[in-house]
């Protein structure tokens, strides 16, 4: 079973600042786009931002100002240095991975962020 594992997460207050780590297995990192969604109980999970295997970002819009998604080939991670951090913003943040070849998804635990004073 592939594992694409988190960390980062916690309790941080408005204004904040946080970045989540995915560790990747490297068959899956070279070959995939990565990514971050993020859910609310209750709500769909939502599109935060991806990342190509060249490197090539995308934000969604409410989110592109104020994070920024990052990988290091050598360590096979992917990153979101997540900065101004609102109330709004607590969420489970899930780690992705689509295989561009296969196009086969997989999906990290979540780590959970709260922004809370």
């Known amino acids: 079973q592939v594992q694409l594992v988190e960390s980062g997460g916690g309790l941080v207050q408005p204004g904040g600042s946080l970045r989540l780590s995915c560790a990747v297995p490297?068959?899956?990192?070279?070959?995939?786009?990565m990514g971050w969604y993020r859910q609310v109980p209750g709500e769909q999970r939502e599109l935060v931002a991806t990342?190509?295997?060249?490197?090539?970002?995308n934000y969604a819009d409410s989110m592109k100002d104020r994070f920024t998604i990052s990988r290091a080939t050598a360590v096979n991670k992917v990153y979101l240095q997540m900065n101004s951090l609102q109330p709004e913003d607590t969420a489970v943040y899930y780690c992705?991975?689509?295989?561009?070849?296969?196009?086969?998804?997989?999906w990290g635990q979540g780590t959970q962020v709260t922004v809370s004073s």
């Open positions: 992705y991975a689509r295989r561009v070849d296969i196009g086969t998804n997989y």
């Open positions: 490297r068959s899956i990192f070279v070959t995939s786009t």
């Open positions: 990342i190509t295997t060249v490197g090539s970002p």
